[in-house]
């Protein structure tokens, strides 16, 4: 069984501010870790992934993740938020053990960048 | 690449009626899956196909089902629908090309509400 815990719905940051959103997982198995980002009405884009490689994951717009298994923890910064950061996070665990895999998603967490 | 496609956008039913949405891969996927968003929450997995066939579901209804055609497009049918059902469902493709690890694209979209 899978799971993942944002802490925060909502973040609120200044422009030029660091961005960081926290994300937990639980996982009986080797996870994948994802971050998701969803604008106002739309979809969702792939910010950046885990997937056993390098533990520091550099993404799309600036962001990065770094996965710490001894914290089962992947959290989201970036070092200078902009406006256009303005939008729901989704962090998302899925296992590696098999080749089609279902994603689990956390709550999400609504970041406000003010001016 | 026109990416993942849904139709339609946006539709309204009655407590009851019966729906049916539509997906279209993103070229070079053989993989559909379907999530259902409500409203201030995370996506929640709903089922998955490829080959034609439900490969994985979520803690979802008998009244959700769904078929993957030839081309590797999908549908989602929802029956007796609910007050409940009434949410976003987003359709995301993957895989394909004998690659299963695959990170997976979502379409914008379909906003139902059922009144």
């Known amino acids: 069984a899978q799971s993942v815990t944002q802490l925060g719905s909502h973040v609120s940051v200044s422009e030029g501010a660091l961005v960081l959103l926290r994300c937990n997982y639980s996982?009986?198995?080797?996870?994948?870790l994802f971050w998701y980002v969803q604008y106002p009405n739309q979809g969702l884009q792939l910010l950046l992934k885990y997937t056993s490689a390098a533990t520091l994951v550099k993404g799309i717009n600036g962001f990065e993740a770094e996965f710490k298994k001894s914290e089962t923890s992947f959290h989201l910064t970036k070092p200078s938020a902009h406006m256009s950061d303005a939008a729901e996070y989704f962090c998302a665990v899925s296992g590696r053990d098999t080749g089609r895999r279902a994603l689990t998603f956390g709550s999400g967490t609504r970041l406000q960048v003010q001016p | 690449d026109a990416g993942v496609t849904q139709s339609p956008t946006h539709l309204i039913k009655t407590r009851g009626q019966q729906v049916t949405l539509r997906c279209s891969p993103k070229?070079?996927?053989?993989?559909v899956s379907w999530y259902q968003q409500a409203l201030g929450q995370g996506p929640q997995f709903i089922f998955q196909?490829?080959?034609?066939?439900?490969?994985q579901r979520g803690n979802f209804p008998d009244r959700f089902s769904g078929h993957q055609f030839p081309n590797y497009s999908s549908e989602l049918n929802v029956n007796a629908l609910l007050l409940g059902d009434s949410a976003l469902y987003l359709c995301a493709s993957s895989g394909g090309g004998g690659r299963t690890n695959t990170e997976a694209f979502f379409g914008q979209g379909t906003r139902l509400t059922v009144v």
């Open positions: 196909y490829y080959e034609e066939e439900e490969r």
């Open positions: 070229s070079g996927h053989d993989t």
């Open positions: 996982s009986s198995v080797p996870p994948y």
